[in-house]
T-cell receptor
């Protein structure tokens, strides 16, 4: 299957700092990328939908100024958690979508963010 | 709006016994249905999908799922479970109508524990 690379896999940062997470589709062009947050033993919560060259669409309740998403190319989307706080600690997962409704989405390995 | 329900938080099964993970869905149009598996601190791995055609779909690692339109279900099955099948399983749905976009909606997840 297609490969989506998410980096870093783990990051620990201090409160107040910003952290950038990268999501790359390695062997296909992703017209859309999705960013999810997953709490322990829970399902994935969609945070935002990112389309190449346009502003991301955020889900209700997700602060767009706190979770900055950039989709600069058809193979790269980034999520920046700004001014991180301990409550932002979570598992963040990206997925890249080839753009066909009948095609599965491909997921990155996830990033475990710990804010201390 | 589309939704997915996985009624069981956890399924316990002895190794070698059949495994079933239940999923029901709701969409306004025709459904595209997916199953993913997640191992600890990892992203989601695609198992199988139903798009159209034969209601019985075969996927990776010996898993299969049966689409039942009248019951709006898409239960995941494996005839003989392995200890290595212990993981978190997610059912997801996408509405085939283009107006709905390509957003995936996930169920809450079912933890499978296969005991030796």
């Amino acid at each position: 299957g297609a490969v989506v690379s998410q980096h870093p896999s783990r990051v620990i940062c201090k409160s107040g700092t910003s952290v950038k997470i990268e999501c790359r589709s390695l062997d296909f062009q992703a017209t859309t990328m999705f960013w999810y947050r997953q709490f322990p033993k829970q399902s994935l919560m969609l945070m935002a939908t990112s389309n190449e060259g346009s502003k991301a669409t955020y889900e209700q309740g997700v602060e767009k100024d706190k979770f900055l998403i950039n989709h600069a190319s058809l193979t790269l989307s980034t999520l920046t958690v700004t001014s991180a706080h301990p409550e932002d600690s979570s598992f963040y997962i990206c997925s890249a979508d080839p753009g066909l409704l009948n095609t599965e989405a491909f997921f990155g390995q996830g990033t475990r963010l710990t804010v201390v | 709006a589309q939704s997915v329900a996985q009624p069981e938080d956890q399924v316990n099964v002895a190794e070698g016994n059949p495994l079933t993970v239940k999923c029901t869905y709701s969409v306004s149009g025709n459904p595209y249905l997916f199953w993913y598996v997640q191992y600890p601190n990892r992203g989601l791995q695609f198992l199988l999908k139903y798009i159209t055609g034969d209601n019985l779909v075969k996927g990776s690692y010996g898993f299969e799922a049966e689409f039942n339109k009248s019951q709006t279900s898409f239960h995941l099955k494996k005839p003989s479970a392995l200890v290595s099948d212990s993981a978190l399983y997610f059912c997801a749905v996408r509405d085939s109508g283009k107006a709905a976009g390509n957003k995936l909606t996930f169920g809450g997840g079912t933890r499978v524990l296969v005991k030796p």
